[in-house]
């Protein structure tokens, strides 16, 4: 169905509505921040361009997260954010002269109203517009962003508060993970289109981007777009330009971004609907959302993780290709042959997004599970967290050797393995957003509304 513009309308106007509160308590945790390390204003460059060794081509530029955390700025290199208890934030915003690039446009939209905005044209004008004292600065960003006295000094006290509480995402955050979703979403099913119309690696990313509506640079991640074998890689980011003489499976794990914001999505096909190994990945999918409906205020994601070795265990178990209890499994190691990743991590402005492992916004980190080095995540869930759900099953052969070098071969069918492997792996992924009752599933209502 095409989306007339009337809805495009009603969204962006939803995150007109949304953002002041946004805004609130970034002002909220930044006065926090201060008090808690002694600085009078913050301040944040958005970053710069930078050269490749020996070369005048630049890097492909990141915004600084810090930044794009206030504002849904991604191309803006050489501005800068202030912000003050009690004052409007104010943004110093670049728009060089320049006749090479396109310089970025003139500050407009929802947000706009929000700031004092000051356009400078070149980037050692900056300095007019910042606090006089840089010493009073908490400065975040990286060391080529340094100008003047204005040195990123990146306080672990305002750092950790910032971070920590990124967690916890404001509505108005949420909705932009929607619209990401909705890009996401869009390309996947292109994606599954061009894999079972025979497309290769690289012309399935291309259909993807196409899709999306968004270059390489512009995705949150790099795709990882895996056609039979391929899928046991678990970061498979090669692109055969021609297809496999025979198809069999894909998988991908591809996102899309929304004005900074990440989406997250794996999927996994085979291409025979009727084969053993799509009822694999059927049932990995019903697995993953009983997962996904463990993301619940004062669940330990810890807990889910293994709860989720323990399910991925009972399949392989179903299917005959391990031949001890998932208990067993789990505890020799060799449920992690087959799921040698975490279950997810936290998701927003940055896919993997900071501060997995924070005791408190003071500092402190909380462990992760013994034999589990792969989890990015181990806090316990709160309403406002959004997490990926992403287990896998993998036939990887240096994992395998491991098991039966570490003496449980007879844990394992190796003629089921043998059985499977032409297949690669499966992962299914989804973005769920933590709520104070049932969670929200952001990926799966993103593929409802597509259909
Ligand atoms: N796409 C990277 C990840 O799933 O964590
Ligand atoms: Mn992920
Ligand atoms: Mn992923």
């Given at each position: 169905m095409v989306r007339s513009p009337p809805f495009r309308r009603l969204r962006m106007t939803t995150l007109a509505t949304l953002y002041p509160q946004h805004l609130?308590?970034?002002?909220?945790?930044?006065?926090?921040?201060?008090?808690?390390?002694?600085?009078?204003?913050?301040v944040i460059p958005s970053g710069t361009s930078h050269y490749q060794v020996f070369d005048d081509r630049d890097y492909p530029y990141a915004v600084n997260p810090q930044f794009k955390a206030w504002l849904?700025?991604?191309?803006?290199?050489?501005?800068?954010?202030?912000?003050?208890?009690?004052?409007?934030?104010?943004l110093v915003f670049l728009q060089p002269f320049d006749y090479w690039h396109v310089v970025p446009a003139a500050p407009s939209g929802y947000w706009a109203e929000h700031f004092d905005i000051v356009v400078i044209r070149k980037p050692e004008e900056a300095l007019q517009h910042l606090p006089a004292n840089a010493a009073r600065c908490a400065i975040l960003g990286e060391p080529q962003s340094a100008l003047g006295a204005f040195v990123p000094n990146n306080p672990a006290p305002v750092v950790n508060y910032l971070e920590y509480h990124r967690a916890y995402k404001t509505p108005y955050e949420i909705a932009m993970m929607r619209e990401a979703t909705r890009r996401g979403?869009?390309?996947?099913?292109?994606?599954?289109?061009?894999?079972?119309?025979?497309?290769?690696?690289?012309?399935?990313?291309?259909?993807?981007?196409?899709?999306a509506g968004q270059d390489a640079n512009d995705l949150?991640?790099?795709?990882?777009?895996?056609?039979?074998?391929?899928?046991?890689?678990?970061?498979?980011?090669?692109r055969d330009l021609t297809p496999p003489s025979a198809l069999r499976s894909f998988l991908i794990d591809a996102g899309a971004a929304h004005h900074g914001y990440a989406c997250d999505i794996t999927r996994s096909y085979a291409l025979d609907a009727g084969s053993e190994f799509q009822a694999?990945?059927?049932?990995?999918?019903?697995?993953?959302?009983?997962?996904?409906?463990?993301?619940?205020?004062?669940?330990?994601?810890?807990?889910?993780?293994?709860?989720?070795?323990?399910?991925?265990?009972?399949?392989?178990?179903?299917?005959?290709?391990?031949?001890?209890?998932?208990?067993?499994?789990?505890?020799?190691?060799?449920?992690?042959?087959?799921?040698?990743?975490?279950?997810?991590?936290?998701?927003?402005?940055?896919?993997?997004?900071?501060?997995?492992?924070?005791?408190?916004?003071?500092?402190?980190?909380?462990?992760?599970?013994?034999?589990?080095?792969?989890?990015?995540?181990?806090r316990v869930l709160e309403p406002g967290m959004v997490v990926t759900i992403e287990p896998g099953i993998y036939f990887?052969?240096?994992?395998?050797?491991?098991v039966k070098a570490n003496g449980h071969a007879d844990s394992i069918d190796w003629?089921?393995?043998?059985?499977?492997?032409?297949?690669?792996?499966?992962?299914?992924e989804d973005d769920v957003a933590c709520t104070d009752g049932a969670p929200a599933n952001l990926t799966r209502e993103g593929f409802d509304a597509a259909a």
């Open positions: 609130a308590e970034l002002h909220r945790r930044t006065e926090q921040a201060l008090a808690r390390a002694g600085f009078d204003h913050l849904p700025l991604t191309r803006a290199p050489g501005s800068w954010l202030v912000a003050t208890p009690g004052q409007k934030p104010k979403v869009r390309a996947h099913r292109a994606a599954e289109r061009a894999f079972r119309a025979g497309a290769s690696e690289f012309g399935i990313h291309l259909v993807y981007c196409q899709a949150p991640y790099n795709n990882i777009i895996a056609l039979n074998e391929h899928g046991a890689v678990l970061h498979y980011t090669d694999m990945i059927d049932a990995v999918d019903a697995a993953q959302l009983k997962m996904c409906d463990q993301v619940r205020a004062g669940s330990d994601y810890k807990q889910i993780h293994v709860d989720a070795h323990l399910a991925l265990a009972g399949i392989l178990k179903d299917f005959g290709v391990i031949k001890v209890s998932p208990e067993a499994a789990l505890a020799t190691g060799v449920s992690s042959a087959f799921f040698p990743h975490g279950i997810g991590h936290g998701i927003g402005l940055q896919v993997h997004d900071v501060a997995g492992f924070a005791a408190s916004d003071n500092g402190g980190t909380i462990a992760k599970p013994d034999g589990h080095p792969y989890l990015r995540l181990t990887i052969d240096m994992l395998l050797d491991e003629a089921r393995v043998e059985a499977f492997k032409p297949y690669g792996g499966i992962r299914i």
